[in-house]
């Protein structure tokens, strides 16, 4: 079930927000008149949008903390950051434009392309 409460800081929030002027950007105006992603001020006259809501900014704190605690968790249970072994022990295929990685079957599961060459 959605809280109306979040939904509608939310939707405060968006509705605030300036789009950068430079229309090849996907920014969005900052505060201080410039956009948060190339840096570029404003073109026209800017008025801030209010603050986001206070109760939003909690919530954001709220899972900042949590993905924290998840990261911490997870470097307790696995401390060398070695995950499973199928993750270590995987073949990259030896085409390097390739995101595969070789099969069973001693081919790329991506291009098809064989591990050694001379296999062709």
């Known amino acids: 079930m959605t809280n109306k409460k979040n939904r509608s800081n939310v939707d405060i929030e968006w509705e605030a927000r300036t789009l950068c002027s430079d229309e090849s950007c996907i920014g969005v105006i900052g505060p201080d008149g410039r956009c948060k992603e190339c840096g570029k001020a404003f073109e026209g006259e800017f008025t801030p949008g209010p603050p986001p809501p206070q109760d939003m900014a909690e919530t ?6 949590a993905v924290e605690d998840a990261a911490e968790e997870l470097l307790e249970e696995d401390p ?8 270590a022990s995987r073949t990259l295929c030896s085409d390097e434009s390739c995101i595969g990685v070789i099969g069973p079957d001693g081919r790329c599961k991506e291009c098809g392309k064989p591990l050694d060459d001379e296999a062709v």
């Open 80 to 87: 060398d950051g070695a995950g499973d072994s199928d993750w």
């Open 60 to 65: 954001e704190d709220a899972v900042e903390d």
